[in-house]
C-alpha cells in the first residue's frame, strides 16, 4: 500500500481537494483508493508521532494504527490531508517558512515504516500567503506575526528541500495555487493516483466564475478533452467570466507597498523555477 499526504499548505487548499475526493470516495475505493474522514486519523497521527519520539513504529502500532484509520477492507493507496502536518499556524513563520517541516515529515512517516509514501503540497506567492496567514491570526501585530523576518527572505525552496531531505526519497509534487483553476482536475488525479472523472471536479471554477461562464464551461466539458484543449478553454471563459473579486489579487498588509509585492512576487517566480528543477520534485505547472 501506498500512504499519500497532502500537506496543504495554509491559506491554499481550505479542505476542497478533500472534500472533493470524499465526495468521490465510492468510485475512489473501487479503483483501490481509500479516502477515510479526517476525524480517523487527524489527533491520531499527531499523537502517535509525539508518542514516538521520532523512532520508527513497530509492526504492532503501525498495525493498531491503520486499524483505526481504514474501513474495512485493504487498498492499494490510503490519502491523508491536513494542512497542519507541517505545522499550526501560529508557527509557520519563524525564521523562515515552515522551519520544522522536515521534522514534521519524519515524525508521520515514522508511525508506517512498511510502506512507501508520497508528499503533495501546494505553495502560494508570499505576498499574498503572508497577509493571509496573518488575517487568519488577528492576535499579533504586525511586528509581532513577522518576528524579525524580512518577507523578501522567504523561500518556498527551502521548505521543499527540506522535505526531501528528510523524506527518506520520498517523491514531492508541488503546484502553485495561483494555477490551481486551471489545473485542478490534474491535482485531483495526482493524489487519488488514479484517472477517473470526478463528481466536483468544477466546484473550484464555480466559485470564481459567473453562472453564464460556469454553464459554458460544464457544456464544452461533457465530453472529455486532452489537458491543453481543456485549459485553454477554462483560461478563456475565466478571461471573460471571472468574478473580479475572487480573481484580483488583494494584499492587506500594513506598511506594505506595491514595490514590495512586485519584489516578492519576482523573488517568488525565481523560486518557482529552482523548485522544478529539484531531483524527487514533480512540479504541475499550468
Known amino acids: 500500500m501506498q500512504i499519500v499526504y497532502h500537506l496543504g499548505a495554509h491559506c491554499t487548499d481550505e479542505e476542497r481537494l478533500l472534500r472533493c475526493l470524499l465526495r ?15 476525524a480517523r486519523y487527524r489527533n491520531l497521527i499527531r499523537d502517535t508521532a509525539t508518542a514516538l519520539r521520532r523512532m520508527p513504529a513497530t509492526d504492532a502500532t503501525q498495525e493498531e494504527v491503520l486499524d483505526q484509520i481504514m474501513d474495512a477492507g485493504t487498498a492499494d493507496r490510503l490519502i491523508l490531508s491536513w494542512e497542519n502536518f507541517l505545522s499550526f499556524p501560529q508557527w509557520v513563520l519563524r525564521g523562515r517558512l515552515y ?18 509514501a508520497e508528499l503533495h503540497i501546494a505553495i502560494r506567492n508570499p505576498a499574498t500567503f503572508i497577509p493571509a496567514l496573518f488575517q487568519r491570526q488577528r492576535v499579533k501585530s504586525v511586528e509581532d506575526f513577522l518576528a ?22 520520498m517523491p514531492v509534487t508541488v503546484w502553485c495555487d495561483e494555477d490551481t483553476p486551471l489545473i ?36 464544452r466539458m461533457a465530453t472529455p478533452l486532452p489537458i ?48 522544478m528543477a529539484m531531483p524527487g520534485v514533480r512540479f504541475l505547472s499550468a
Not at 26 to 38: I, R
Not at 228 to 253: C, F, G, N, S, W
Open 148 to 169: 524579525g523576518v524580512d518577507p523578501m527572505n522567504l523561500r518556498w525552496s527551502e521548505v521543499i528541500a527540506d522535505l526531501l531531505a528528510h523524506g527518506q526519497d
Open 24 to 38: 468521490n470516495r465510492d468510485a475512489l475505493a473501487e479503483a483501490g483508493v481509500m479516502v477515510p474522514g479526517p
Open 228 to 275: 491543453d484543449e481543456r485549459r485553454t478553454i477554462t483560461a478563456t471563459l475565466l478571461e471573460e467570466h471571472a468574478k473580479p473579486e475572487m480573481v484580483e489579487m488583494q494584499i492587506d498588509m500594513p506598511g506594505w507597498t506595491p514595490e514590495l509585492v512586485d519584489a516578492l512576487t519576482d523573488a517568488y517566480e525565481e523560486d518557482i523555477l529552482r523548485i
Open 184 to 219: 485542478w482536475p490534474e491535482v485531483l488525479r495526482s493524489v487519488a493516483g488514479v484517472d477517473i472523472p470526478m463528481e466536483g471536479e468544477d466546484e473550484l471554477l464555480a466559485t470564481i466564475m459567473d453562472d453564464q461562464g460556469i454553464e459554458r464551461l460544464r457544456k
Open 99 to 116: 522551519p520544522a517541516a522536515g521534522e514534521r515529515v519524519r515524525g508521520f512517516t515514522n508511525i508506517f515504516p512498511s510502506f512507501a
